[in-house]
């Protein structure tokens, strides 16, 4: 039995990043990516390093010696991870509880609600150029 030709062609949701944060989301140094806006979406999500790199020093300073070379790939997919969860920031206190996992500064935090989407099982995956877009955004599976 053949199967239909959409199995061949399926399609994943993708989030981009900056860099270095694409790079340690996906070496699984990073386990919480917070945003503005919260997400009902779970599952396996690529993660896209965007064209443009965060270019703040605190960014930077996250990164081990061994990451720095991931750190630099941009304009494409570098890794997957499970999004498990969406969580709303309410405090500062909160925010900062939860630095080891998002690694942002405490300054980053402004009210009075940020979100934490929580990633775990994270792999690196060979460089794949692709345009990024705002939010999660559709990549086809097809080579």
């Given at each position: 039995?053949?199967?239909?030709?959409?199995?061949?062609?399926?399609c994943?949701?993708?989030?981009?990043?900056?860099?270095?944060?694409?790079?340690?989301?996906?070496?699984?140094?990073?386990?919480?990516?917070?945003?503005?806006?919260?997400?009902a979406?779970?599952?396996?999500?690529?993660?896209?390093?965007?064209r443009?790199?965060?270019?703040?020093?605190?960014?930077?300073?996250?990164?081990?010696?061994?990451l720095a070379?991931?750190?630099?790939?941009?304009?494409?997919?570098?890794?997957?991870?499970?999004?498990?969860?969406?969580?709303?920031?309410?405090?500062?206190?909160?925010?900062?509880?939860?630095?080891?996992?998002?690694?942002?500064?405490?300054?980053?935090?402004?009210?009075?609600?940020?979100?934490?989407?929580?990633?775990?099982?994270?792999?690196?995956?060979?460089?794949?150029?692709?345009?990024?877009?705002?939010r999660?955004?559709?990549?086809?599976?097809?080579?």
């Amino acid at each position: 039995m053949t199967k239909p030709a959409e199995a061949h062609n399926q399609c994943v949701y993708a989030i981009s990043l900056k860099q270095p944060w694409a790079a340690l989301l996906a070496h699984g140094r990073k386990t919480i990516e917070v945003r503005r806006w919260p997400t009902a979406r779970r599952g396996r999500v690529l993660i896209h390093a965007s064209r443009v790199s965060d270019d703040r020093p605190e960014a930077w300073n996250q990164v081990p010696p061994e990451l720095a070379a991931s750190a630099q790939l941009v304009g494409g997919i570098v890794g997957a991870a499970e999004l498990t969860g969406c969580f709303a920031y309410r405090t500062l206190t909160g925010f900062t509880a939860d630095q080891p996992r998002h690694l942002n500064d405490p300054s980053w935090f402004q009210g009075p609600v940020v979100y934490g989407f929580t990633f775990a099982n994270a792999i690196v995956l060979p460089f794949r150029s692709f345009p990024g877009w705002m939010r999660f955004f559709p990549v086809s599976t097809e080579a």
